[in-house]
C-alpha cells in the first residue's frame, strides 16, 4: 500500500541555519511528490513538487527537495531558515497507483525557528 | 495556480444541528474537488473526492450520511456535517485538483467546526 512517512515529529532550528526535513514513501511506480506548509490559521501552500526530469527540484522560500528514488526519499532542505519559516509541513505523493487522483499526506513535521 | 475559497471560516453550533460548508473555485472551472479533515496536530486525512455531476466517493469509514457532499457546479461544493456532535469539531479543507492533472491540488485556507 501505499504511504508516506515524515520520521521527525518536530524540528528546531536556529535562525540562519540549514534545515533539511526527511520524507520517505512506499508507492509501487513512478510516483508523483510534493512538500506543502501550513503556518498557523493559514491553507497549505505548495512549496514544490517533482513529477520527473531533473531529481533535484527548485521551489518557492529558497526550498529545494532532491528525489532519490533508490532509497525512496524526498527530503526538504533550505540552506539558511527564516523565522518566518517556523509552520507545519507536509510531504505528499500521489500518482498512478491511487484513484481519483488522490495524495497521500505524511503526518507532518513541525519546524520551530530559534530567533 | 488556483484560488480556493471556505465559506465560513469558522463556525460554532449546538449539538444535533446540520452545518454547511462551502468550497469555491474562484479562478477556474475543477471537476474535481476533495474534502479533508484535519485534528490538530495531526495531517489531512481524505473524506471524500467531489466529482461535478455525480456523487462523491467516500474514503473508507467516512460516513456518507454523516457528511453530505455535493458538487452541483464546477465552481461549487458543499459539506454539510448532519447531526453534528462535538467529535465532529474539526478543521475541514477543501482542495481543488489542478487544471493540468498531474495529482497536483490547491488548497482552501478550511473551516474550523466546533460543536457544543
Known amino acids: 500500500a501505499q504511504s508516506v512517512t515524515q520520521p521527525d515529529i518536530h524540528i528546531t532550528v536556529s535562525e540562519g541555519a540549514s534545515l533539511e526535513l526527511r520524507c520517505n514513501y512506499s508507492?509501487?511506480?513512478?510516483?508523483?511528490l510534493f512538500w506543502y506548509v501550513q503556518s498557523p490559521g493559514q491553507g497549505l501552500q505548495l512549496l514544490l513538487k517533482?513529477?520527473?526530469?531533473?531529481?533535484l527540484v527548485q521551489g518557492i522560500k529558497g526550498f529545494e527537495a532532491e528525489f532519490k528514488r533508490s532509497q525512496s526519499s524526498f527530503n526538504l532542505r533550505k540552506p539558511s531558515v527564516h523565522w518566518s519559516d517556523a509552520a507545519e509541513y507536509f510531504c505528499?505523493?500521489?500518482?498512478?497507483?491511487?484513484?481519483?487522483?488522490?495524495?497521500?499526506f505524511g503526518p507532518g513535521t513541525s519546524l520551530s525557528v530559534i530567533p | 495556480g488556483a484560488v480556493v475559497s471556505q465559506h465560513p471560516s469558522w463556525v460554532i453550533c449546538k449539538s444535533g444541528t446540520s452545518v454547511k460548508i462551502e468550497c469555491r473555485s474562484l479562478?477556474?472551472?475543477?471537476?474535481?474537488m476533495f474534502w479533508y479533515r484535519q485534528f490538530p496536530k495531526q495531517s489531512l486525512m481524505l473524506m471524500a473526492t467531489s466529482n461535478e455531476g455525480s456523487k462523491a466517493t467516500y474514503e473508507q469509514g467516512v460516513e456518507k450520511d454523516k457528511f453530505l457532499i455535493n458538487h452541483a457546479s464546477l465552481t461549487l461544493s458543499t459539506l454539510t456535517v448532519t447531526s453534528a456532535h462535538p467529535e465532529d469539531s474539526s478543521f475541514y479543507i477543501c482542495?481543488?485538483?489542478?487544471?493540468?492533472?498531474?495529482?497536483?491540488?490547491?488548497f482552501g485556507p478550511g473551516t474550523r467546526l466546533t460543536v457544543l
Open positions: 479562478d477556474f472551472q475543477a471537476t474535481t
Open positions: 508507492y509501487g511506480a513512478t510516483p508523483y
Open positions: 482542495s481543488v485538483q489542478g487544471l493540468a492533472g498531474g495529482y497536483e491540488q490547491f
Open positions: 517533482y513529477f520527473s526530469g531533473d531529481t
Open positions: 505528499a505523493v500521489g500518482g498512478m497507483e491511487t484513484s481519483y487522483d488522490k495524495v497521500i
